[in-house]
């Protein structure tokens, strides 16, 4: 007798592990940024999903607003390859539209149900939906990298931006520490807006520690300020690489 299939692990309980930068990062600016939106949307998701007691009509605001901007990502990448002809595009629009119908059944499913049910099939898309991100993104969308890039752009120009809004205070040398908001974020740094006058420890070249607030016991990020710019606030750059739980723990402490 055959034995029963041993169910695959899902990945998306191992994101933390997972580096979006080194694993996933095509060097692709357009598609890069929509791929890390994506998954910032979906840990948006999965905050709503894990809310005790959830709200319904926030869960099926959030699936909606997964799939369609699943979509438009996917419609977008067909949109660039075909101008670069890529000849292998009927196989990798397959792949999209398939998982395209999938995903948006499960939707439907998911808006007739209740309760438990209903959170149910939604950590079901959650999870789907990360797992087919990184499986695709590392198996297909890298072989077509050369496809992605739109004429008279440059690939490997700087890391995508995040526009959000998440308070954090940011702590100098003698423990001097001031709070503000990042506006604007990237993998390798972030612009933070700060209460005018700034205060005197903000100093281009100046070390410091950026904590999420509500403080939540998440460790310090080390940054240092690398220009005071009077429109967009102080610019940090951070000392190390980040990774997907960088955007996980952003996602919780925005707004
Ligand atoms: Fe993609
Ligand atoms: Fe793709």
């Known amino acids: ?27 692709v ?10 998954f910032q949307a979906a840990f948006g998701f999965k905050r709503c999903i894990d809310e005790v007691p959830f709200s319904p009509s926030e869960v099926d605001a959030g699936m909606l607003e997964l799939v369609a901007y699943t979509s438009d990502h996917l419609d977008y990448e067909e949109y660039v390859m075909r101008l ?18 999938e995903i948006s059944d499960i939707a439907q499913k998911n808006l007739k149900l209740e309760g438990k049910g209903k959170t149910n099939v939604a950590r079901e898309a959650f999870e789907l939906l990360v797992d087919w991100l990184v499986n695709h993104i ?19 120009r700087g890391a995508p ?26 993998v390798s740094g ?10 005197a420890w903000f100093r281009a070249g100046a070390g410091g520690l950026v904590h999420l607030l509500p403080l939540s016991g998440s460790p310090p990020l080390p940054c240092r300020v690398t220009r005071l710019d009077p429109e967009r606030g ?6 190390e690489r980040q990774t997907i739980h960088f955007v996980s723990a952003l996602c919780r402490a925005a707004d």
């Open 161 to 186: 931006r995040l526009s959000l809004n998440c308070r954090v205070a940011i702590e100098f040398a003698d423990h001097v520490a001031s709070t503000g908001t990042v506006t604007d974020v990237s």
């Open 1 to 27: 007798m055959k034995s029963p299939a041993t169910p695959k692990p899902s990945l998306a309980g191992t994101l933390d592990a997972l580096d979006f930068d080194t694993r996933l990062r095509l060097g």
């Open 234 to 239: 102080v610019a940090l750059e951070f000392q």
């Open 84 to 101: 670069n002809r890529n000849p292998y595009l009927s196989a990798h629009i397959l792949a999209h539209h398939r998982f395209k119908k």
């Open 29 to 38: 600016e357009d598609i890069d940024g929509q791929h890390f939106r994506l």
């Open 138 to 156: 590392e198996r297909v969308d890298k072989t077509a990298r050369a496809y992605m890039v739109r004429a008279g752009r440059d690939a490997s």
């Open 190 to 199: 972030a612009f933070v807006s700060i209460p005018t006058p700034l205060p």
